[in-house]
C-alpha cells in the first residue's frame, strides 16, 4: 500500500485523472476497475471516479509495486490491459503470431507501448507465464522480425532454451519462410530467383540493390513464382534464402517490378491509382525444416504454419484466392 497527501496542485482533480498521472503504468481499465473494488481509498473510504480531491485528503492505493516503476520500454507490457494478438500456434516454448501491418515490432523512439513484443509480453504476464522479478535475466523475446509496414509471422520464444535454439535454427537457414507480395507488371520468366548484393544506407534505411559484390554488401537470394496475373499486376510468392533488410522490396524493384504500394522502393505514379497504406507484402507461411537436433523444439520438424486471410491477394486476385 502506499499513500499519498493531497497538497494545493493536486487539488480540484478529479480522483481518476489523478490516479492516471500518479500511476502512469496503470491501464486505464484497471484503475477504473480498482476505483471501484475500493482499492483507492480517499480518506479509508472508496471513491467515485470522478470525485474532486481536496487539500489534506489522504489516498491510499492497495496496488502492485510494479505499476509505480518509471515508465520504460522494459516495462511497457504493465500498461496493456488487453493484449491484442493473432495467435496461430502456441505451446510451453514458443508462439507463432500474425503481426498486423503497421505494428512495430519492438519499442523504437516514436512508441513503446503499442508493440507486438510489449502485447505477447503482456500476454505472457496475465497468463502467469511470465514473472519478470522472479526471472531477473530472462524476457520474452522475437526470433525474427518484420517491417513496421509489412505483415505476418513472428516466432516468439516464451523461454531462454527455445530463443537460443530457435536463433540458431534461422542463422543455420533450416527454416522456410514464404512470403506473398504484388508487384507491378509481369515478370519473366515467370519463376526465378533473385540473386544480388545489398547494401544499407543506416541513416536513411534504405538498401540499394548491386549486381556484383560491393564494400560492405551482402548477398541476398529470393526465389519466385508466379501466382496469378491480373490487371497490369502480378501475385507472386517469394522465398526468402537469405533475410536482408528489405530485401523482397528492394530486389523486385531493381527487377523493374516493384511491389504495390511500397513508398520507399516504388512508383508514385503508379501506386496513386491503387488506395493502399502499406506495401503489399506478407510473410504468410513458415515451415520447421530442421537438419539437426533442435532438442525441446524438435515436435516442430516438419510442420508448417500458413495465414489464412491476406487482404490484397483477396482484393486483386479474388479468383485466385477462392481456389
Given at each position: ?90 505451446d ?7 503481426k ?35 526471472e ?41 519462410k ?5 508487384v ?22 534504405q ?40 530485401q ?13 504500394g ?23 507461411k ?38
Open positions: 500500500m502506499k499513500e499519498y497527501l493531497v497538497g494545493k496542485n493536486d487539488a480540484g482533480q478529479r480522483l481518476d485523472r489523478w490516479l492516471g498521472k500518479t500511476v502512469p503504468l496503470l491501464p486505464a481499465p484497471l484503475a477504473q476497475k480498482y476505483i471501484r473494488l475500493k482499492r483507492v481509498k480517499r480518506n479509508g473510504k472508496g471513491a467515485k471516479r470522478d470525485v474532486r480531491l481536496c487539500v489534506g485528503d489522504v489516498l491510499q492505493l492497495y496496488i502492485n509495486d510494479e505499476f509505480f516503476e518509471a515508465p520504460a520500454p522494459e516495462n511497457a507490457f504493465l500498461s496493456v490491459f488487453k493484449p491484442q494478438l493473432d495467435i496461430l500456434y502456441e510451453e516454448h514458443i508462439l507463432l503470431v500474425d498486423r501491418p503497421g505494428l512495430v515490432v519492438h519499442p523504437d523512439e516514436h512508441e513503446y507501448v503499442n508493440t507486438l513484443i510489449t502485447h505477447i509480453q503482456a500476454y505472457l504476464y496475465q497468463k502467469k507465464e511470465w514473472d519478470p522479478r522472479a531477473h535475466a530472462f524476457t520474452p523475446a522475437l526470433c525474427n522480425r518484420i517491417d513496421r509496414n509489412t505483415g505476418g509471422i513472428v516466432i516468439a520464444a516464451k523461454t531462454a532454451e527455445a530463443l537460443r535454439i530457435m536463433n540458431q535454427k534461422i542463422k543455420d537457414r533450416e527454416l522456410e514464404y512470403y506473398l507480395c504484388v507491378h507488371g509481369r515478370m519473366t520468366p515467370s519463376n526465378g530467383r533473385l540473386e544480388d548484393f545489398l547494401s544499407k544506407d543506416e541513416a536513411k534505411n538498401v540499394t540493390v548491386h549486381r556484383s559484390p560491393v564494400p560492405g554488401g551482402r548477398t541476398a537470394v529470393t526465389l519466385y513464382r508466379t501466382l496469378a496475373v491480373r490487371n497490369g499486376l502480378s501475385l507472386m510468392e517469394c522465398e526468402l534464402i537469405t533475410g536482408r533488410t528489405h523482397i522490396r528492394a530486389q523486385f524493384a531493381a527487377a523493374g517490378h516493384p511491389l504495390l511500397d513508398g520507399k522502393y516504388g512508383k508514385a505514379r503508379e501506386n496513386k491509382k491503387f488506395d493502399r497504406k502499406f506495401q503489399a507484402l506478407y510473410s504468410y513458415l515451415t520447421f525444416s530442421f537438419s539437426t537436433d533442435a532438442g525441446v523444439l524438435n515436435h516442430l520438424n516438419g510442420r508448417s504454419w500458413q495465414v489464412e486471410h491476406v487482404d490484397f491477394a483477396e482484393e486483386y486476385f479474388p479468383e485466385y484466392t477462392r481456389k
